[in-house]
């Protein structure tokens, strides 16, 4: 099994910064993608950035020239440095990873969320 999990959410006003982090353990034997999600309250999950093994990315326009994603493949681990902060940012921030692990067996696993609320 591969765990997930996340740190860095918290309360910032408008306009502030905050970094999230988010680690994988286990049995790992390659990360394809890494990538951030958020849901916000009554609203679906939606991508934020990923980022490959290669170091591609892609972001959802809403973030763009905001926000960077970036990995290190050594420690297993994806950041996302969260700029100029809105009020719409305000939700819970989910970590996915997809790889393999032993025995070449594919896996896809969510961390646990993290709460990011700007306040205006």
């Known amino acids: 099994q591969v765990q997930l999990v996340e740190s860095g959410g918290g309360l910032v006003q408008a306009g502030g910064s905050l970094r999230l982090s988010c680690a994988a353990s286990g049995s790992i034997s390659s990360i394809n993608a890494m990538g951030w999600y958020r849901q916000a309250p009554g609203k679906q999950r939606e991508l934020v950035a990923t980022?490959?093994?290669?170091?591609?990315?892609n972001y959802a326009d809403s973030v763009k020239g905001r926000f960077t994603i970036s990995r290190d493949n050594g420690k297993n681990t994806v950041y996302l440095q969260m700029n100029n902060l809105e009020p719409e940012d305000t939700a819970v921030y989910y970590c996915?990873?997809?790889?393999?692990?032993?025995?070449?067996?594919?896996?896809?696993?969510w961390g646990q969320g993290t709460q990011v609320t700007v306040s205006s």
């Open positions: 996915n990873a997809r790889g393999t692990i032993v025995a070449s067996i594919k896996f896809g696993s």
């Open positions: 980022i490959t093994s290669g170091g591609s990315t």
